[in-house]
């Protein structure tokens, strides 16, 4: 099983010591002083995931199916608590599987 635990690059206003959503020389998300610093990383992570999806498109057999694991931890939960979600991206219908934006 492997992981995407990754983004290309930091978003370039949380080095932007003039932006609001600079993140006081933190490269990471967490406690982060508003939620500009979030959208930030999140608009990040989306542009990434869509690259990664669009590369997996390329090598998908045509009518494959690629399975995707999520674990997920719902605010508030214990992760005793949670499930593993598994699913399938359909990628005979194209561009079904767009990162929402």
Known sequence: MHSI???????????DTSSPTWN???IHCTNAPNDDVLEAY????KKNMQSFFNAREEEMAPGGLMALV?????NGSL?????ICLHYMNFSAPHSWKWPV
């Not at 635990?5 to 080095?15: R, T």
């Not at 999140?42 to 992570?45: A, H």
């Not at 999520?70 to 719902?74: C, E, K, S």
Request: proline share 11%.
């Open 42 to 45: 999140s608009s990040q992570f």
């Open 70 to 74: 999520f674990y997920v931890i719902p």
């Open 5 to 15: 635990n990754w983004i290309s690059n930091i978003p370039d206003e949380i080095l």
């Open 24 to 26: 006081k020389g933190k």
């Open 79 to 83: 992760p005793s608590q949670c499930f």
